[in-house]
């Protein structure tokens, strides 16, 4: 009964515009699902979550949290978790989303975009949103979670944009569902321990994505760092490689920089594969032309040009037929008293010429004599 309900939710035009109300969503959910609410709704911003996690409170606000709801629901003595992450865009969420993903999670599909499940849990991203729905491991748990999941996609906003970074993986040798995705040294030292200062200067606006890969008796990791500038590529690359060589003396660690891309592999003791994974990854600039901002061509401009021209010509013409205009208005209304008066006003002036000349000095003359 519960299926054939949320299917009929799933066929609605259920979708949501862009403005979600989350708390909404979850209402109607559950008022036609058929399933019952076991506690009331939780809602948490930031503070709340940094009172009881403040560790995962800071990895939050690294992606660009805005707030999070749970409830807690049962379908028919099936209990289900339904929690809800909002973030700053669609990119954050796909943060989270790798953050989040367990080891042995596998694709769902059937979704307008990445999702996975697991014993426990179906998580997806979506627009600013990550869902993930907890069940327990009973299999009749699965077919009601994975309803509700495909109802709240449907009803959240199509907008999905993975980081450009993600693109620069090589795919050979990867393996499928490693790559995670940082914004922060807190989200990157989580994932993989390097200490507590930030070494690759990931808070000034640079992002990073870690992937695992497993050739034949080898495997290794790769960790890509995307700046903004090229030099502070350049300046975290040199001081990130000190650092951890001084904290890591046993371990090579292999690197390149192309712009604003740092490479770096690491848990890797064969340079010839290390140097095969540098080699493979490039960066190349371009540049995007948008047809909106197309500079406009030499005839329109002249005829712009010309308009211009005419309108200023125009408009003193007006201002001077208004002002002779005027003057004979006045001049009729007021005869003799404004323009056309007999008297004269003197105007007192300064006699500053006389003031500032100076007097001529005589000439002085000496008489020569012959002699």
Not at 9 to 20: C, E, I, R, Y
Not at 25 to 32: D, G, I, P, S
Not at 96 to 105: E, M
């Amino acid at each position: 009964m519960i299926l054939i309900l949320l299917q009929g939710l799933l066929l609605t035009p259920a979708g949501l515009s862009a403005g979600v109300d989350v708390e909404e969503l979850l209402n109607k959910l559950v008022t036609n699902s058929g399933c019952q609410p076991l506690a009331q709704k939780l809602h948490q911003n930031l503070q709340d979550i940094a009172d009881v996690r403040p560790k995962e409170a800071a990895i939050l606000q690294e992606y660009g949290f805005q707030s999070y709801n749970e409830q807690k629901i049962s379908c028919h003595h099936n209990k289900l978790v339904l929690q809800i992450y909002q973030m700053l865009d669609s990119v954050a969420a796909y943060g989270i989303f790798t953050l989040y993903r367990t080891s042995d999670a596998t694709p769902l599909h059937g979704f307008k975009t990445m999702a996975t499940e697991s014993q426990e849990s179906i998580v997806f991203a979506q627009d600013h949103f990550f869902v993930k729905i907890r069940r327990n491991t009973s299999p009749s748990t699965r077919p009601v979670a994975i309803k509700i999941a495909q109802f709240l996609s449907q009803a959240l906003p199509e907008n999905f944009l993975l980081p450009s970074i993600i693109h620069y993986l090589p795919q050979q040798h990867l393996v499928m569902g490693s790559e995670i995705f940082v914004m922060g040294h807190q989200a990157l030292n989580f994932i993989y321990p390097l200490g507590e200062r930030d070494l690759f200067g990931l808070a000034h606006g640079a992002e990073a994505v870690l992937a695992d890969y497993q050739l034949p008796n080898h495997s290794a990791k790769l960790l890509l760092v995307m700046y903004p500038t090229q030099q502070l590529a350049k300046k975290y690359l040199e001081i990130a490689y000190r650092q951890y060589t001084a904290q890591h003396p046993d371990q090579q660690v292999f690197y390149k920089r192309e712009g604003p891309l740092s490479v770096i592999v690491l848990d890797s003791s064969d340079p010839e594969i290390a140097i095969s994974f540098l080699d493979k990854i490039s960066y190349t600039s371009s540049v995007t032309w948008d047809p909106k901002v197309e500079p406009i061509s030499v005839g329109i401009m002249m005829v712009n040009v010309f308009i211009y021209v005419g309108t200023i010509v125009g408009i003193t013409l007006v201002v001077g037929l208004s002002f002779g205009l005027l003057r004979i208005l006045l001049s009729r209304l007021f005869p003799g008293k404004i323009f056309d008066r007999q008297n004269t006003y003197q105007v007192i002036s300064l006699n500053l010429k006389t003031f500032y000349e100076k007097p001529s000095l005589p000439v002085k003359t000496e008489k020569t004599s012959d002699t």
